[in-house]
């Protein structure tokens, strides 16, 4: 395999580790899809996980901006699924610093105690995946009002839903574009009209 994995490659350990099903699934936002992809199911197996982050690392290294502060940056992960893919990229790229955020229930996300920015810290967003981007924007909000500058995104898949966030012109880096078909709910949805049982999944 090369240092970058092509798309394929990528799609095909998806498939292997069960991360990527195919069928009729329903997401907690009510919309219906043909396809559920579950990242750390592939992230289980270290091989893999190594595969996807150097790969990732590789892509961001190739941005001269990003290069030239490669010793400085933070690498910060809103959640604990982009826990594997921010250690494995903040490894390979040598960066200065890997933490996260975390939530309570609807509470905003917030930081561990003593975890905090200093004034023009460079940060790179990471993520295994980018969805809605609901919760990478909201980091980026939290990293900005405490002073950080978010330089760029990179997540091992990105699979736009019909309201995926705009991040404007913040570079964003990924393995994998994965389109799925979305339905707005039952009504207008192909699979239930085709009777194909459904399944309810969260992520
Ligand atoms: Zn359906």
């Known amino acids: 395999m090369n240092i970058i994995p092509t798309e394929q ?68 992960t809103p959640m604990t699924g982009g826990l594997p893919v921010a250690y494995g990229v903040t490894e390979a790229l040598r960066a200065n610093q890997v933490y996260w955020a975390e939530r309570q229930a609807d509470e905003p996300l917030h930081f561990r105690q003593y975890l905090e920015q200093h004034e023009g810290e460079q940060v790179v967003l990471v993520d295994d995946i980018l969805r809605t981007g609901k919760n990478l924007s909201e980091l980026k909000g939290l990293l900005e009002s405490h002073g950080a500058t978010v330089v760029g995104l990179a997540v091992v898949i990105y699979q736009p839903t019909p309201d995926t966030f705009d991040f404007g012109n913040l570079p964003l880096y990924y393995l994998a574009k994965l389109d799925a078909s979305y339905y707005a709910d039952a009504e207008h949805c192909e699979l239930c009209r085709q009777g194909t049982p459904i399944e309810k999944v969260c992520f």
Not at 18 to 37: C, I, K, M, Q, V
Not at 61 to 73: F, G, Y
């Open 9 to 76: 490659e990528v799609v095909s350990i998806l498939r292997e580790t069960g991360a990527l099903r195919d069928g009729h699934f329903l997401y907690p936002s009510g919309l219906h899809s043909n396809e559920y992809l579950q990242v750390p199911l592939a992230m289980r197996y270290y091989q893999y996980q190594k595969t996807l982050s150097v790969g990732l690392s590789r892509l961001l290294r190739a941005n001269p901006e990003i290069r030239a502060i490669v010793n400085e940056l933070s690498i910060v």
